[in-house]
């Protein structure tokens, strides 16, 4: 049964998926892809999160259609507790099974402190799931809002870590151990809280594998875009203006542990601030920094949108952060992540030819994948500023190396501009509307080196 077939059969009302790539000239083969499935690419770090409180059993294999659908290589679990004291539960390993049928690998929140939860866990699936994550925002403000008290204290945090990392290592040796999820960044800094300065100094680094965390930016609201730091609320008061320093000081505290963001995301809750377009601009400008950076698994939380009063009320920010609705169609968000999990993977590697643009106040990165063919240099860039759904697009003159793309459009949302290598030269520019899933060839473009 063809893909497209494959997800409306198991997943009632179906969801469309995109032809999968357009033929370009001016070579014959040469492919723009606005989709692939997750078992098409090799390696990748983008990832989604989904929990089996948000759609019903008999929803299961549908669910993993649009994941693999989308093209994401890993899954976060959260509240399957339920079903881990199980070996043998239906529901888990048929979700398992259709996950690695797809390549997706699975991570689990286990938001226990019970080290025989554990144990039981490890011992019926860690040979299923190796990546493991203990408690889920621990440092999230107590009553009142008191950063100074939070959920769990950086010392209890700590110590209960000790105690499941005992068994994970007992138990699951090679299974990797992540902590602490934390909520936002902002208790890197000194103020309100130093909830990681106080774990890390309790022994947290040496009982991780990995740092996880979740970076949502407070206020919520369009101002407060994917390239400023993570919060709670407020600005933070450290060594850092954007987002990016603030991973580069991250880094440092935690003496260069692999990072993983397991949660991100923007709510289009109804009256809110966010609109689904903006939605999808904002996921797409957080992931490209996040896999720019070099973190190891960038999750979108979530996948689904939740139902009312399951668990929370209508209008509740929690249940639209999903990027396919509850009736199974898919918002702005999904197609403009397909689109970009099409085109960047583990074979994209960050390069750094010269690049000006006519215009200030670009952000951009550039990545060359020698894995297509022709090898493909990838320019992604956009305007860092609060999203709106009538930004006007500009046309603007880029040079990259020695390539002029002379009227490349340019907004709010992220646009990937390809060059193609082609007998020893780059060139052949084609402009992706990620967003739109629309492909301009129509580039008019200009090489300065005259030896070519």
């Known amino acids: 049964m ?35 499935r997750s078992s098409e690419v090799s390696s990748s770090p983008f990832a989604t999160l989904t929990s089996f409180e948000v759609h019903g059993a008999d929803e299961d294999a549908g669910v993993i259609q649009a994941m693999a659908a989308l093209g994401v290589k890993h899954v976060v679990m959260h509240n399957i507790h339920g079903s881990l004291s199980d070996a043998h539960d239906p529901r888990l390993n048929a979700w398992l099974d259709g996950c690695a049928r797809e390549g997706i690998d699975v991570r689990c929140i286990l938001a226990s402190p019970d080290p025989e939860l554990w144990r039981v866990a490890l011992t019926n699936y860690g040979d299923r799931i190796h990546h493991w994550c203990y408690l889920n925002e621990p440092n999230a403000p107590g009553a009142d809002n008191d950063h100074s008290r939070p959920v769990v204290r950086p010392e209890q945090y700590v110590e209960g870590l000790r105690q499941i990392r005992a068994v994970l290592k007992e138990v699951r040796p090679d299974a990797w151990l992540w902590g602490p999820e934390e909520a936002m960044l902002q208790h890197m800094e000194e103020s309100p809280w ?13 009982q991780i594998d990995g740092f996880s965390f979740h970076p949502y930016r407070q206020g919520y609201s369009p101002e407060n875009t994917p390239e400023k730091p993570s919060t709670f609320e407020g600005r933070p008061t450290g060594r850092y203006a954007t987002y990016e320093g603030q991973i580069g000081t991250l880094r440092e505290m935690t003496r260069h542990k692999p990072l993983a963001v397991h949660e991100v995301g923007w709510s289009t809750t109804p009256n809110g601030p966010i609109s689904e377009l903006t939605q999808a601009k904002f996921a797409l400008r957080q992931q490209i920094q996040d896999f720019a950076l070099g973190i190891d698994c960038c999750v979108w939380f979530m996948l689904r949108e939740r139902h009312v009063d399951a668990p929370f009320a209508a209008g509740h920010l929690e249940n639209h952060f999903g990027i396919v609705r509850t009736d199974n169609s898919p918002k702005p968000a999904y197609r403009a992540l397909q689109s970009l999990y099409a085109q960047l993977d583990d074979g994209c590697t960050r390069a750094y030819p010269p690049v000006t643009f006519d215009r200030e106040g670009l952000k951009w990165y550039v990545f060359d994948d020698f894995t297509e063919t022709p090898p493909a240099r990838k320019v992604l860039y956009w305007l860092p500023i609060a999203a709106r759904d009538d930004c006007p697009v500009e046309r603007v003159r880029v040079r990259v190396g020695d390539v002029d793309v002379l009227a490349a459009p340019v907004s709010d949302a992220p646009r990937l501009l390809r060059l193609h290598r082609v007998d020893g030269a780059w060139g052949w520019p084609v402009v992706l509307d990620l967003v739109a899933q629309e492909a301009d060839r129509a580039v008019e473009w200009e090489r300065t080196d005259e030896e070519h």
């Open 194 to 206: 130093p909830w990681l300065r106080l774990a890390i100094e309790a022994g947290l680094l040496t």
């Open 2 to 36: 063809a893909p497209v077939a494959l997800l409306a059969a198991l997943w009632p009302c179906g969801l469309a998926v995109q032809a999968d790539f357009a033929a370009i000239d001016p070579r014959p083969g040469m492919e723009i892809r606005f989709a692939r």
